[in-house]
C-alpha cells in the first residue's frame, strides 16, 4: 500500500504517517526542518523534501498517524467516504479544486483511531511565535549564529480524541482528463485542548456547508494557499484566474470577497481566520498577505486600497 500511495502526488505517507519519529515532528513546527527530507544538511537548513530549491513551510502544528498500518486504514478510509469520493472524482479542469474536507478520526478508524495520532503545536500567540521562528529559520539558512536568537516554544497535543482529518486534493494529471487524488492527510485535535486565541477558528468552519462571511475566500486559501498544498496547487489558482471561465460562479465570488478585504470590511471574518486558512509565513498581517496574493493574482489590475471613512 505505501509503495500505491508513494507512486501518487501527495506527501501524507512522508510528513504524516509513521515515517520519523516524534523528535522529527516537534522540529518540523519549531524549525520547518521537513521530516521527508532525507539530506540531514539539507533538513537543517530547512529545505523542503519535495521542492529542493525551496524552504519548507510548515503550520502552527505538525501532526501524524504514527502508526503504519492505521495510516493505511484512513487512507483507504477516506477513498470509500462520500466526502472522499467526491472531491476525488470532480473533474480536474481549468484549474479547479475541490474544497478540503474535514472527516471526524472515529469515521476512518474507529471510536479509538484517535490513540494512533500525534503531533506538536508551537506554543503561545501565533502571530508572536511563528515571527520568531522565521527569524530563527532565516538564520540558519543564511550560516548566522543562531545562539542569540529566541528559539520557539513547542507544546504536544495532549490527545486527538474527538479530532478530525482533514482531506486536500491535488488534481490527478496535468492533462485535466482524469479527477483529483488526495493531497494530505492530516489528522486535527479538537480545538479546546490548545490554549490560543486562534484555535477559535482552528476547527476550519468555512469546511462546514453553510454560507458565512468569506466562506469562498477562505476555501480557497485552504485547497490552494495553505502549507499543505501550496507547493502542489498554488499554480492552479494561478491559472484558474487567468481563464476566468464565465461559469466559473466560485471564481467570481472569490475576488469579490478579496476586493471587499481590501478595502478594510472585515465583517464577520474572524481575526484569525485568514492566518489559519493561508498559514501565510512571511507577511506580517492580513493586509501585507492580501496585497502580495492580489498582485500575484491580478498583475494588471490596481489593488484595492481600504476605504476611508
Known sequence: MYASIDLGLGHSHKRHAAFGDDTLQRRRVAYCEDPAQVHFRMRMMGFDGFKHHRQHVCGAEATRVHDATAFVAAFMAVVEHPEGRRGLHTPAVGGRIPDAVRIPIADLLGSTGHDACSGFALAGDWLDAREVRRRLTWARLTGEDTNEFAKPSVEQIPSFENGYFIVRFVPNSQTETGGHQICTLTPEPERHVLQD?????????????????????????????????????????????????????????????????????????????????????DEGNDQQFLVRLWQKLYPLERVPQPVQG
Open 197 to 281: 486565541p486562534r484555535r477559535e477558528v482552528a476547527d476550519r468552519y468555512w469546511l462546514d456547508p453553510m454560507a458565512l462571511p468569506f466562506t469562498t475566500v477562505l476555501n480557497f486559501m485552504e485547497k490552494y494557499v495553505h502549507p499543505e498544498v501550496r507547493f502542489n496547487n498554488y499554480h492552479y489558482l494561478i491559472r484558474r484566474v487567468a481563464i476566468a471561465a464565465p461559469d466559473d460562479e466560485q471564481l467570481t465570488t472569490f475576488k469579490s470577497e478579496l476586493v471587499q478585504l481590501l478595502e478594510g470590511d472585515h465583517r464577520g471574518l474572524h481575526p484569525h481566520a485568514l492566518s489559519v486558512a493561508s498559514g501565510y509565513e
